[in-house]
């Protein structure tokens, strides 16, 4: 492994270990096995609430530009969501205090004016 590589890979453990604990914290230590575990890009999401959970869906814009290609859904209880939800602030924050403001809308550039309709 790189050693960029295992700087990341112990700082996204320093992260798993500090919000994952949640209620389990008074259980002691937590070990985390990864083994086989895929990480998928996602560019598209969508979130949904039902009376006890959110579902997560993650996918990806297909060739044609009108379909998503869905990949994975996770559904969590709402207090795994809410945790979820306060720990990617504090990455967020974190991220942005280092780094500045993360735009969340695409640049668009505007369309050119020297264009002929036939």
Same mark, same amino acid.
């Given at each position: 492994?790189?050693?960029?590589?295992? +700087?990341?890979?112990?700082? =996204?453990?320093?992260?798993?270990?500090?919000?994952?604990? %949640?209620? =389990?914290?008074?259980? *002691?230590?937590?070990?985390?096995?990864?083994?086989? /575990?895929?990480?998928?890009? +996602?560019?598209?999401?969508?979130?949904?609430? *039902?009376?006890?959970?959110?579902?997560?869906?993650? %996918?990806?814009?297909?060739?044609? !530009?009108? /379909?998503?290609?869905?990949?994975?859904?996770?559904? /969590?209880?709402?207090?795994?969501?809410?945790?979820?939800?306060?720990?990617?602030?504090?990455?967020?924050?974190?991220?942005?205090?280092?780094? %500045?403001?993360?735009?969340?809308?695409?640049?668009?550039? !505007?369309?050119?004016?020297?264009?002929? /309709?036939?």
């Amino acid at each position: 492994m790189k050693t960029n590589d295992k +700087a990341k890979k112990e700082n =996204q453990d320093w992260e798993s270990r500090e919000y994952a604990q %949640g209620d =389990q914290s008074r259980q *002691g230590q937590i070990s985390f096995i990864e083994d086989g /575990v895929q990480i998928l890009y +996602a560019g598209v999401f969508n979130i949904g609430a *039902g009376q006890d959970e959110i579902v997560l869906t993650f %996918g990806n814009q297909a060739i044609d !530009p009108s /379909v998503i290609r869905i990949d994975t859904k996770i559904a /969590v209880t709402l207090r795994t969501a809410k945790r979820m939800a306060i720990a990617m602030s504090d990455i967020i924050r974190r991220h942005e205090t280092k780094n %500045g403001e993360i735009e969340i809308l695409p640049n668009r550039t !505007p369309p050119p004016t020297d264009v002929t /309709v036939q």
